[in-house]
Every structure is written in C-alpha cells, then in structure tokens.
C-alpha cells in the first residue's frame, strides 16, 4: 500500500520492535501529528480477555484531567427538583416525558451523553432500541443512571469517558487532543476537579 510523505515521515519516528514508556510514547504522538486540524489522541488495549464469559466483561468509566477537547453536549432526563439541579449543572437539554417523545417522534439526538435518575428510567426504557445502537443508552455502571443527576453532568461536561470491549476484546477509546501538549501521567497528580497539582 502506498503512503504519502508525510505518514512516511511520520513512520520513521516510530520503531515498532521497541516498547516505548509512557512518556516517551506521548512524546512520539506529538511529533508524529502532522494533519492541519488537531487531532484526538486514542488509547487501543487488547486485554487477552474473552467477553463471550460474563466474568470476563471490562466496562467502565473515567473522568480524564485534561478532558476529550470536545464540547460535550448533555441531555438531563429528569422530574421535581432535579431539574433545576440538572440546569446549574450545566445540562443543555432537561426534560422528562416531553423529551422522550421528542427523540421518540422526532428521532430527535442532537446530544452527546444522556443522564438520568433511577425514578426515570422506566421512560428512558422505551428508548432502547433508538439509543442502544448509538451507545447512548444510560448505564448505571457508567454512572449515568444516578441519584446524584449534577455530579453525573458536571463529569460528563469535565471529560468522563465510556470504555468497554468490543467484539474482537479490545477496548477503544479517546484520551485528549494533540495541541494538549504532552501531559504525564505519571509524574503528576490531580484534584477530584480536573485542576493541576505537582507531585
């Protein structure tokens, strides 16, 4: 297969018969980007599990420090209280049965992340079929079927990330943007809030 010159450039920087560390892995990412446009950086893991055994199911989620670099756009379906909690929590779109009918009727997704309290997802229910194939369905192990509906937003707003195998087990997800700059993990820590603190 024939490559342009830049992948070519950018190839002779990677020797594959090493194992890079960490830092010297995201130090190689950012030489190696080259496209006009900033590029997300993603993380690939094959765990040599087999997900066809419900023991060996990895699933999770994670709030990243420096977030994903996107504008996360969250739908809050909720009821009393937890509305006006979901708006000063930065929800864009808060509702309860008239959203529902809205992504039912109008097939209506113009979000990223969906959240709800357990008290609602009987409406969100219904929903299956329209949100699973999209992998918006909310999941109380990703925590976004919670009580806490504005500690669910603020993550999702701050950079919360979903993994979980796919069907050949390995996991594929994005961990930042390239114009971050290198960032290691490793030598520093970070507040519950995503703010920087040298180790």
Same mark, same amino acid.
């Given at each position: 297969?024939?490559?342009?010159?830049?992948?070519?450039?950018?190839?002779?920087?990677?020797?594959?018969?090493?194992?890079?560390?960490?830092?010297?892995?995201?130090?190689?990412?950012?030489?190696?980007?080259?496209?006009?446009?900033?590029?997300?950086?993603?993380?690939?893991?094959?765990?040599?599990?087999?997900?066809?055994?419900?023991?060996?199911?990895?699933?999770?989620?994670?709030?990243?420090?420096?977030?994903?670099?996107?504008?996360?756009?969250?739908?809050?379906?909720?009821?009393?209280?937890?509305?006006?909690?979901?708006?000063?929590?930065?929800?864009?779109?808060?509702?309860?049965?008239?959203?529902?009918?809205?992504?039912?009727?109008?097939?209506?997704?113009?979000?990223?992340?969906?959240?709800?309290?357990?008290?609602?997802?009987?409406?969100?229910? +219904? =929903?299956?079929?329209?949100?699973?194939?999209?992998?918006?369905?909310?999941?109380?192990?990703? $925590? *976004? /079927?919670? &009580?806490?509906?504005?500690?669910?937003?603020?993550?999702?707003?701050?950079?919360?990330?979903?993994? +979980? =195998?796919?069907?050949?087990?390995?996991?594929?997800?994005?961990?930042?943007?390239?114009?971050? $700059? *290198? /960032?290691? &993990?490793?030598?520093?820590?970070?507040?519950?809030?995503?703010?920087?603190?040298?180790?």
């Amino acid at each position: 297969m024939k490559h342009g010159k830049k992948y070519v450039d950018a190839a002779k920087l990677v020797d594959k018969t090493k194992l890079y560390e960490t830092n010297e892995a995201l130090d190689t990412v950012i030489k190696t980007a080259t496209a006009k446009f900033d590029e997300t950086v993603e993380l690939h893991v094959k765990l040599g599990v087999d997900s066809r055994h419900a023991d060996q199911q990895v699933r999770g989620a994670v709030v990243l420090p420096n977030g994903t670099g996107k504008n996360v756009r969250v739908l809050a379906i909720c009821k009393g209280p937890n509305e006006e909690l979901a708006k000063e929590a930065g929800a864009d779109y808060v509702g309860a049965e008239d959203m529902t009918q809205k992504i039912q009727q109008e097939n209506w997704m113009d979000f990223d992340v969906l959240v709800t309290t357990p008290d609602c997802m009987g409406l969100v229910g +219904r =929903l299956g079929r329209l949100l699973g194939p999209r992998g918006l369905m909310p999941n109380p192990k990703a $925590g *976004t /079927v919670t &009580p806490d509906i504005a500690r669910a937003i603020k993550e999702a707003k701050a950079g919360k990330i979903e993994y +979980r =195998l796919d069907k050949t087990n390995i996991i594929h997800c994005p961990i930042g943007k390239v114009s971050f $700059g *290198t /960032v290691y &993990p490793l030598s520093r820590r970070y507040f519950d809030n995503g703010t920087e603190r040298k180790s």
